[in-house]
């Protein structure tokens, strides 16, 4: 009998990784109130999307609490109406807040592969209490970074709660998608956070090593008759913002005016355009301040609107910790005459982005910034140009010219900096079930005076299955290699980066998965007689739980050439470490609490040697919430860095916490404060948001900064209220 229930629960298993699900969606000519109630005649008569299955804490068993999905069409709108099962009304809702996070909420989302490609997708969800949250998916779901909620469309929803269910109901303006005129099939999946009774679902049964939005794993959705023309509205969105504040640093009071705004319209059903005019950036969020004791820049997110969606055109090429040819940060900031960071405004752009086939996207990006005369900065046009073509079943092969170029002559300019340019090819590989994943691309530079040594290179293969994860990794760039519109830590660099990982899935107990990890990464200098000048091998083992909170420890074993000087607490006038060779070896721990708790933290001690001394850091986060009106967390940093003498010794502190307020789904509330002793900064931004209409805001923001080297003393203050209006014409 034993044997008899084992081999059933095989083939379920396997039955449920290999069917192709199927959902018919009826067009219908009558209207549809959005009420969650569903009491139209039509929603009675609408085929169901159900039979959900697990994802986590298992991967082989259907789901507990169901949910069940229905879609209805016209000429203009699709319709979804959810029945989402529950074991009671308690639910877990931290915010108010729209493009919530799915882990620590209840909630249930769909995707839509509107191409049928597996590499991209439009992405719905809600939470009970009907918070909206939409997003663009990249690179076949795989990784989070392919995962993006800055972009924004007008779509409506209500949800209502009962005793042991809720109801959801949307309208999705069929122009909120790009699609081929004439479509029949779009590709389909679902996936539920019951995050209260401790379950992730999904409607295809997605294998348990892979994200739970991977596009691989995708049912179809069959629509009764031909798509058609989605007839998208010109969007205006303009703007007007008004500043003042003071400069404590040169005693100056400054005030501003400003007006501008952005342009979106389609070009048949799936090129999307999009324009800008002076634009303002003053209402997105600020940047989370980090401590860096490396030789290297630190990459931050980009979070501006305009190169948002499609972004995955422009800015997955090439390797991003490596050599990223195009960093849209880089846009918009340039080094005054003394190299230090400022913001350089945008005068225009545009940005044409999207499918011209089934099989061929393409993408256009011009912008032009202002010249600064005073600080040497010349104007400049910034312009990336792209197209993708499919091949196969998930992968593709993607060409891209990137060209940054000053528009006119300055005194002030010398050659090396007229120009910038960068051709190169990317090949991303997918295999059908995620299983083989890769990257492989060949960049070439070209600048002033240089002809040679201006390429660069690499190739990645991954294998992710249940219980293996293996990865072969080479990176190649060479010492003229440049990107002006890129990020580029350094040159003349040869890197390999294989990795080994072994995971488990314990049948019983409290651990639901671990896994043991060995990745070395070695770099030699080629133009140094490929001497080898960095390594770092890092031994870890990890478990994750049950009840979602998980555990880390990790060993470095490191060596450093350093070719320059280079003092790592970055304090003033402080003795640098002399060039030579450095072996240090720290271990690290980490610990994330239980997320769906009121109170959560997460933990990370390390210890150990610190080139030639010895570090001691500690990294937490502590989370406190009331639902659905208020979270707040504090992040808190400590760097204890001991060198011999006559080099520094530093504790460097940086602590930053956040309060967000949601008053309701339209008002929201929050304040960021930041103490960073390396960079001896004090800050305050806090920010009121009224969404008055759709995609409609007045923002209210106030920003502070004080100096905390020898004195606490302000540095620089503004205060800005900015009104936009997104109009449909």
């Known amino acids: 009998m034993k044997n008899l229930i084992l081999t059933f629960a095989l083939v379920a298993f396997f039955i449920g990784f290999s069917q192709t699900k199927t959902i018919h969606v009826k067009y219908i000519n009558q209207p549809i109130k959005i009420d969650a109630i569903l009491d139209e005649a039509p929603w009675a008569e609408a085929e169901a999307a ?131 005129e004439g479509e029949t099939k779009w590709r389909f999946n679902s996936y539920h956070f019951d995050t209260k009774d401790n379950e992730r679902n999904t409607w295809i049964n997605i294998p348990q090593n892979q994200p739970i939005f991977s596009l691989a794993y995708m049912g179809d959705m069959i629509f009764e008759k031909p798509l058609g023309n989605s007839k998208t509205p010109i969007s205006l969105i303009p703007y007007v913002n008004t500043l003042i504040g003071k400069d404590y640093e040169s005693n100056k009071s400054t005030s501003d005016f400003k007006f501008g705004g952005d342009a979106k319209m389609t070009l048949g059903n799936s090129l999307n355009l999009d324009l800008t005019i002076n634009p303002d950036f003053s209402q997105v969020e600020v940047d989370q301040q980090v401590t860096n004791l490396t030789r290297f820049e630190i990459s931050l997110p980009e979070r501006r609107q305009f190169f948002i969606e499609n972004s995955d055109l422009f800015s997955n090429f090439g390797d991003d910790r490596d050599s990223n040819p195009f960093f849209s940060r880089r846009i918009g900031i340039a080094k005054d005459i003394d190299g230090n960071n400022i913001q350089n405004d945008i005068i225009a752009g545009v940005r044409l982005s999207g499918k011209i086939n089934n099989n061929t996207r393409i993408g256009i990006l011009s912008m032009q910034t202002t010249e600064d005369i005073a600080n040497e900065i010349p104007t400049r046009n910034n312009s990336v140009f792209t197209i993708q073509q499919k091949m196969f079943s998930r992968s593709n092969l993607s060409v891209m010219f990137i060209n940054r170029q000053a528009t006119k002559d300055y005194d002030f300019l010398t050659n090396e900096d007229r120009y910038n340019r960068i051709l190169g090819i990317d090949y991303n590989l997918a295999s059908a079930d995620n299983t083989w994943v890769g990257k492989y691309f060949l960049h070439k530079s070209f600048s002033p005076d240089v002809n040679n040594k201006d390429m660069s290179a690499g190739a990645t293969t991954q294998y992710n299955s249940r219980n293996w994860n293996l990865r072969a990794g080479v990176v190649f760039v060479g010492d003229n290699y440049r990107t002006d519109l890129g990020f580029l830590r350094r040159t003349d660099v040869f890197k390999i980066s294989p990795k080994i990982e072994r995971v488990f899935w314990p049948k019983r107990g409290q651990v639901q998965k671990h896994s043991f990890s060995f990745s070395p990464f070695y770099l030699w200098r080629p133009e140094q007689n490929w001497e080898n000048s960095d390594y770092t091998i890092v031994s870890s083992w990890s478990a994750e739980f049950q009840n979602t909170s998980r555990f880390q420890l990790e060993m470095f074993n490191r060596y450093t050439h350093l070719y320059d000087t280079f003092d790592p607490t970055h304090k003033d006038g402080a003795t640098p470490l002399p060039e030579g060779d450095y072996y240090y070896t720290s271990y690290e721990a980490s610990y994330n609490s239980d997320q769906r708790k009121q109170f959560s933290f997460n933990i990370g001690p390390s210890v150990g040697k610190f080139y030639n001394g010895e570090k001691y850091s500690l990294q937490t986060q502590l989370t406190w919430r009331l639902q659905p009106y208020f979270s707040g967390s504090v992040q808190i940093n400590y760097d204890d860095i001991r060198l011999p003498d006559p080099y520094p010794d530093a504790k460097i502190w940086l602590i930053g916490p956040k309060l967000d307020v949601t008053f309701n789904k339209n008002l929201f509330w929050a304040t960021f404060i930041q103490y960073s002793t390396q960079s001896e900064n004090f800050s305050v931004n806090t920010r009121m948001q009224w969404r008055f209409a759709p995609l409609s805001d007045l923002f209210v923001v106030y920003n502070d900064n004080y100096f905390t080297d020898n004195v606490f003393a302000p540095r620089v203050r503004s205060f800005n209220v900015k009104l936009t209006y997104w109009l449909n014409i």
């Open 50 to 180: 159900t039979d959900f299955w697990q994802h986590f804490p298992t991967d082989s068993l259907q789901a507990k609490q169901q949910a069940e999905i229905k879609m209805l069409f016209d000429d203009r709108n699709l319709y979804v109406g959810m029945k989402v099962n529950s074991s009671n009304s308690d639910f877990i809702i931290p915010s108010l807040r729209r493009d919530f996070r799915a882990s620590g909420n209840d909630n249930i989302s769909v995707l839509f592969d509107t191409f049928n490609d597996g590499t991209n997708a439009f992405f719905f969800g809600t939470n009970p209490l009907g918070v909206l949250r939409e997003a663009l998916i990249s690179g076949g779901g795989a990784e989070v970074s392919g995962f993006d909620t800055s972009w924004d469309t007008k779509w409506i929803g209500e949800t209502v709660i009962h005793d042991t269910y809720y109801i959801v109901e949307w309208m999705i303006p069929l122009s909120a998608f790009k699609y081929r």
